[in-house]
C-alpha cells in the first residue's frame, strides 16, 4: 500500500517505530493520568488537565530557545530519556502507597513540558528523510497513522492490563515505551545529517526569534491562519468534550467505565487509521475543503456521544468522529511543508502545537465551572456543536475569499 511505501527506506522505518512507541506511551499516559486524579479530585481533574496543556503550551512556546541549539534527535532522545524518569517515579510511588495529588500535579505538569520538544524535532527530521515530495507525502500519511495506531495501542493495552496491573503501575509501562523509543531514534538520528537552524540572530534576537518567529511566519498565509483557528476550537473540544468529557460521563453511566472509555478510543483509533489509508494514497490537494470537513465532522460526532447508549453506539460514533484527525492533520502538513522552508518548519510546528494546546489549556481550566453549571453531558454537546460551528465559519470565510478574488 501506498502509506507503507516509506517502510522500505531504513531510516524512515526505524524512526517510525520510535515515533510508535513514543505516542503509544503518551496515549496510555494520559488516560492513566486523569482516571488517578479523577480518583483524588473527581470532575475538577479538569484542573490537571489544564495543568499539561498549559505545559504543554509554555513547553511548545519557549522551548526552542533550547532546543533551535541543538540537533533535533538529540532533543527526541532526551525528551524521552527524561519522560521516562519522571513516570517511573509515579510507578515507585504506588507501590510504596505514597501517590498523592501534589506528586501527580508535580510530575504530569514537567512531562508536558518535556514532551512538548519531542514533536517539532520529529517533523523538521523529516523533510531530510524524505526529500522526493511523493515519498514525502507517503512519509506524512506513515507517520500521521502513528498517532492513529496509538490511539488504538494506547487503550488497548489499558483494556489488556485493567485487572491485572493496579492502576499506579500503568506508568511502568509508559516508561517502557520511551526508553524503546529513545533507543529507535539514536539508530537513525546518530548518522543524520540534521543541523539546528543556521541563525543570523544573536542575544535576545536570537530569543525573541525562537519564540515568535512561527507566528511571524504563517502571517499572509489565509488558509494556514484559518488552519490555525479552527484548530484552537477543535482542540477545546477534543479536551472538554472527549479526553475528559467522556471520562467523567462514563464513569457516572457505564458498570465498567474504564474498559467502556478503553473501547471506545480504540474504536476512535481504528476510524482514524481507516481514513489516514485512504488519504495518504490520494493527492494532497484542496487542504481548505479538507480542513472545513474534518472540522464539522469532528463536532457531530462529539455532540452525538452522550445522546445515545451502550458500547456500540460509542464505538460506531467514536470512529465517524474519527475522520476528522487524518483530514486535518495531513492537510496542515501539506500546507506547512509546502509553505514555508525546511528551517523554518520546526518553529513554524511548534506555532501550530501552541494553539492546539492552547485550546485544550482554555477547555480544561474551564471544564469544571461548565461541568457544574451544566452537566457533563450538556458540556460535551455544547463542545461539539463549536467544532460544527467554526467549520460552517469555515466555509463563510472561504467563499468570501473567493468572491472578493472575483471582483478584484
Not at 509501562?173 to 540534521?194: D, I, Q
Not at 472509555?261 to 495518504?280: D, Q, S
Not at 461548565?370 to 470565510?397: D, E, K, M, N, Q
Request: charged content about 10%; proline content about 5%; aromatic content about 8%.
Amino acid at each position: 500500500m501506498f502509506v507503507l511505501k516509506p517502510l522500505v527506506h531504513r531510516r524512515i522505518a526505524s524512526l517510525w517505530v520510535g515515533q510508535v512507541l513514543a505516542a503509544t506511551g503518551a496515549e496510555f499516559y494520559a488516560v492513566a493520568v486523569v482516571w488517578v486524579a479523577a480518583d483524588f479530585i473527581g470532575t475538577d481533574a479538569g484542573y490537571l488537565s489544564a495543568l499539561q496543556a498549559g505545559g504543554l503550551l509554555a513547553g511548545s512556546l519557549f522551548g526552542g530557545v533550547v532546543t533551535d541549539r541543538w540537533r533535533h534527535g538529540t532533543t527526541m532522545i532526551a525528551a524521552d530519556l527524561v519522560r521516562a524518569a519522571l513516570v517511573l517515579v509515579l510507578s515507585v510511588a504506588s507501590v510504596l502507597h505514597a501517590m498523592s495529588l501534589p506528586l501527580l500535579v508535580a510530575i504530569a505538569g514537567s512531562v508536558s513540558l518535556i514532551t512538548a520538544g519531542f514533536d517539532p524535532s520529529l517533523q523538521a527530521t523529516l523533510p531530510a528523510l524524505a526529500d522526493d515530495p511523493v515519498l514525502r507525502h507517503a512519509t506524512n500519511g506513515l507517520f500521521d497513522a502513528t498517532k492513529r495506531m496509538a490511539r488504538i495501542a494506547g487503550p488497548s493495552l489499558i483494556a489488556v492490563v485493567n485487572g491485572i496491573l493496579p492502576t499506579g503501575q500503568f506508568f511502568t509501562v509508559t516508561a517502557a515505551t520511551f526508553l524503546l523509543s529513545a533507543l529507535a531514534v539514536r539508530a537513525v538520528t546518530r548518522r543524520l545529517p540534521v543541523e539546528p537552524m543556521q541563525r543570523t540572530e544573536t542575544g535576545v534576537a536570537a530569543i525573541v526569534d525562537s519564540v515568535i518567529g512561527g507566528f511571524r511566519a504563517v502571517r499572509g498565509h489565509p488558509v494556514v491562519l484559518y488552519g490555525l483557528w479552527s484548530s484552537l476550537i477543535a482542540n477545546g473540544t477534543w479536551a472538554i468534550g472527549y479526553l475528559l468529557g467522556m471520562v467523567l460521563y462514563l464513569r457516572q453511566t457505564s458498570d465498567d467505565p474504564l474498559t467502556s472509555y478503553g473501547l471506545m478510543m480504540m474504536a476512535y483509533g481504528i476510524g482514524n487509521m481507516v481514513m489516514n489509508l485512504i488519504l495518504a494514497s490520494l493527492p494532497p490537494g484542496r487542504p481548505a475543503v479538507r480542513l472545513v470537513i474534518s472540522r464539522i465532522i469532528f463536532g457531530l460526532g462529539i455532540l452525538a456521544l452522550p445522546l445515545g447508549h451502550g458500547q456500540i453506539w460509542l464505538m460506531a460514533v467514536a470512529g465517524f468522529a474519527a475522520i476528522n484527525g487524518p483530514l486535518s492533520d495531513l492537510a496542515m502538513l501539506h500546507l506547512l511543508q509546502t509553505c514555508f522552508p525546511p528551517q523554518r518548519l520546526a518553529q513554524v510546528w511548534r506555532t501550530y502545537m501552541c494553539v492546539m494546546f492552547a485550546g485544550m489549556f482554555l477547555a480544561y481550566l474551564a471544564a469544571p465551572l461548565l461541568f457544574s453549571r451544566f452537566g457533563i453531558g450538556p458540556t460535551i454537546i455544547g463542545a461539539g456543536a463549536a467544532s460544527v460551528l467554526s467549520g460552517v465559519a469555515g466555509v463563510g470565510f472561504f467563499v468570501w475569499r473567493r468572491t472578493a478574488a472575483s471582483a478584484a
